[in-house]
């Protein structure tokens, strides 16, 4: 029987894996059994911290909008009785956008919160409870 030289397939499947991991160091990027394992590590740890960097934005956001709010001396005021409040009268903002505003507008902040302490003043005195 004659001899069959292997194709180049498994070489052109080595080299994509490498050029993948080319920035790792060491044995990391030299060893076709570490390349692999390697690579599964770092698409699994890309896929978790893509939820992760959700979770941050959303924790800075509300940071942000709590210590504009709070700022304000005369009105005391706090991050979770805006949203309340916020979703109770039906403005629906996220809290990407309230951050955006409370940073580059923050009387404009302070106007939506005076106007939601407002209409429950003035709820109150309709209603007969002071």
Avoid: P
């Avoid at 498994?10 to 993948?20: E, G, H, S, V």
């Avoid at 959700?54 to 709010?69: G, H, Q, Y």
């Amino acid at each position: 029987m004659t001899r069959i030289k292997r194709g180049y397939i498994a070489r052109k499947r080595r080299t994509k894996i490498r050029l993948f991991t080319s920035s790792f160091r060491g044995a990391h990027s030299r060893l076709t059994r570490t390349i692999l394992q390697q690579k599964i590590k770092a698409l699994v740890s890309a896929h978790k911290d893509r939820d992760r960097k959700k979770r941050d934005f959303r924790s800075l956001w509300i940071s942000r909008i709590n210590a504009v709010i709070r700022k304000k001396k005369n009105v005391y005021y706090t991050y979770s009785n805006l949203i309340y409040n916020l979703y109770k009268r039906k403005l629906l903002l996220n809290r990407k956008i309230v951050a955006q505003i409370a940073i580059l507008k923050e009387n404009c902040l302070f106007m939506i919160a005076n106007e939601i302490i407002k209409t429950k003043i003035t709820r109150r005195l309709n209603s007969g409870k002071v």
